[in-house]
Structure formats: C-alpha cells, structure tokens
C-alpha cells in the first residue's frame, strides 16, 4: 500500500522426419522453416533493428541447446541453416537480452514489497565502505526493480543513487537495472495479477558460473497499469576466478522497456512517463556510484518516443549495450569491490555556498582509467 517485444516470448516449432509442423506462435517476428534437402532445413525470420535473436534446438522440450548465439537484427529477413540430426526436433526463437531461468522463487504479487534475506550462492563485493567492507552473501530482492544490500528498498520514487543512503538509512549497496514503481496486483491466476507477472528470481549458472538472477518480464507499474508491459533482469555472476573473494559481473538485462514511472502523486508519472522516471545504476548510497547513461531522464530510456513514435535507437535500453556484443545487455565488472573502468572521481570536501556567491569553485579531480577527456558536473543541494 502506499501512503502518500521481449525474450522469454517464446515461438515453437517441430520438425518430425521429412514434415514440418508449425505450431500456433504468438507476436511478431514468426520463425519460418522451408526443407532445403533431405537432410537441411532453412529457418529464417525478420529481424529487427538493433535485436537481438537466438535459435534453440531441443529434443524432449526439457533441455534446450543454443544453435546460433546472439545474432543482432539489422531490419532484414534473417537465415539460419540446420542439419537434421534425428526425426523429431524442435525449434524456438528467442527476441532479446533477457535469460532463461532464475525463477524458481517469486514475490508475491503486489506493491512496493520484497523478499527476506535471500542466498546469492557467493559472496559479492561492491564499493565497500569502512563501515561495511563485505563482502556480502546475501541481498533483499525489491519488487521495484532492484537487489540491495543491508536493507530492502521498497521505495517507489527513485532517489539520486550517489546519496540515496541519507534517506534510505542502512543501506550498504543498491544493484538496479530499473529503479521505479513496479506494480503486479492480485489475481485469479497466481502468476499474473491483472495481465502482469510477478518478480521471479533465483540461482543459476551462466556459461558454466554459478549465478543469481531477478526477472521483472511482463510487469506494470502503479496503480495496477498494465496498458504498458516492462520486461528486464538483473543476474549477479561469480567471478571466483579472479583468485579474489567477491569478484563478480552484473547483467543488466532489457527486452521491453514502455514505461518509466508510476502514477503516484510522489513519482509524478501520467500514463507511465514524466515525473521522476526510474534510475539504473550501482552506488552504496554515500560516496561511489556508476549510473547508466540516461538514468533519471524523461522518455529517452523507453523502447520509442511516444510523442513521435521513433525509436530511441541511441538512447533506449533495450538498444545500448556496455561490455557486451548484445544490444540490450549492460555488464559491470566488479573486481576487489571497485568497478573496472569506472570514472574515479574525487569531489573533494563539502563546502557551504554563501547566499550572495554569484559562483564558487568546488575542489575536487577526476581521472578515467581508459584515458582522453574528462568532463565533470557536480550537483548542488540546497539545505
């Protein structure tokens, strides 16, 4: 209560000696198979701009093989070649960053709530401070779009993440690939509530590494809006590797992005856009903080503007990518709790700014660790 396109969409298809079945398919882009021999089959579908797909091949429906890797649409008609290796096979197509798994629990369906403490599987190490220098085991997974450390967050309007721990006390660390108000209300069927589905999550593995993932597929936001559909997800992957405790990678992880803010009076949202619209990003809450491009601003993380209709193709997160060859797909680096290529910026000490200062000028530097320029904006608080 308050007080004040996408992956997992799954087209299946079987082949069964020498005749092909299709099966009903649902949505955009259907997989087309034409037998090119009789030991061939040619799958193909349109691919859209800046998407990316994937063919999976299965024998039993229960395990699924990956025949393809990630292939980035470019708005043409897409092909792939397949041998036929027995009489029965089958055949999905997969649209997006979003993975498989990672729901073998869920939050309840509803408003602003959370889980207990729940296992990562490993322990992860993110912008330790001197008062909580993790490594940490466990997190709180956040209806709202996010996992945190210390205590959940079942705020609805997103705050600055760089200072979020001053309103948010005890907070340690906030992972969030979609910081905003996140609503799946009760209904008949337990898994949906009012055609949205609920945050699942779990453990899993990733190429072989033990993982941690949410999924926030098919959620409306507040109050009980389903008009519009997000679909992203955040997996947490072991990094032990490294020979240092609490490395790990973060997947931020976008099929559908149509909404950005919730409807209460505080979020400021109306139809899901303006106000305050949701912030992504990894911060302790006090003095270190990677926050995605974009983050916080008004229309421009959405799939498409919906004042025009064109596509944020440079700004939408389903579109942009970070360390990755998969549009849709961000991943940060964790190693001995600090962020690999991370801006490292020094903001120097608090100063007060006189009322009749016409400018003052903030100590403080900054270095990228990638080299070239560097532009740094401060903000300045009132109080």
Known sequence: MKHTLQMSLVR????????????PAQGVNPLSITQVSPTQFQLSWYANTLRPYQIENSLDLQTWVNLTGYIEGTSTQQGVLVNKTTNKMFFRLRTGAVRPGFDSKSL??????????????FPIKAFPTTANPGPWTNCYVNNNGSISIGRP???FTPLPLQTSAEILSGLVALIAPFWGDVHTSPA??????NGSKVVSYGQGSVDGSLAFGVNWVNVGYYNSKTDKLNSFQLIVIN???????????????YNQVLWETGGYVTSGGINGYGGYPARVGITNGIDRTIESQYSGETLVQLDFNPN?????????????????????RQIFQFRDGNLLGALQVDAGPDQDLAPASASTTLAGSASDP??????VQWSVVKS
């Open 12 to 23: 299946l298809f079987i082949v069964i000696s020498t005749c092909v079945e299709l099966l």
């Open 108 to 121: 309840a369906a509803g408003d602003d709530n959370f889980s207990g403490l729940e296992p990562i599987g």
């Open 153 to 155: 967050v079942p705020e």
């Open 188 to 193: 008949g069927n337990p898994a949906f509530a």
């Open 239 to 253: 990094r032990a590797g490294t020979g240092l405790t609490g490395d790990f990678d973060v997947e931020f992880n």
């Open 308 to 328: 025009t209709s064109i596509r944020n193709y440079s700004s939408g997160l389903i579109y942009r990518k970070r360390n990755s060859t998969v549009p849709g």
């Open 370 to 375: 990638e080299g070239g320029s560097v532009s």
